[in-house]
Nanobody, 120 residues
């Protein structure tokens, strides 16, 4: 069994920054990532990182603004979000998968989500 616990969400003004954390316990999977879901919209992929931390991938809308990283020793994944925009407002979910996490159907475990609100 795997547990993913997110933290770090909150309210920030446009242009500000937030850092999300995802603490994982239980089994270790090959890839971790972040998704987000805005009100009235489908959950969408944001970023992924592999177990070693060497390979990362981002959705185009966050490239250059968001950075995913992980601390292997602490089994924690981070999402540093800079230059935040109102359209980044969503519930952000941590996820893990035995395969590619870019496809939502491949996700094996989800966190409970953390709210990020960006005011204009």
């Amino acid at each position: 069994q795997v547990q993913l616990v997110e933290s770090g969400g909150g309210l920030v003004q446009a242009g500000g920054s937030l850092r999300l954390s995802c603490a994982a316990s239980g089994r270790t999977f090959s890839t971790y990532g972040w998704f987000r879901q805005a009100p009235g919209k489908e959950r969408e992929f944001v970023a992924t990182i592999n177990w070693s931390g060497r390979d990362t991938y981002y959705v185009d809308s966050v490239k250059g603004r968001f950075t995913i990283s992980r601390d292997i020793a602490k089994n924690t994944v981070f999402l540093q979000m800079n230059s935040l925009k109102p359209e980044d407002t969503a519930v952000y979910y941590c996820a893990t998968s035995r395969t590619s996490i870019r496809i939502i159907s491949n996700v094996d475990y989800w966190g409970q989500g953390t709210q990020v609100t960006v005011s204009s």
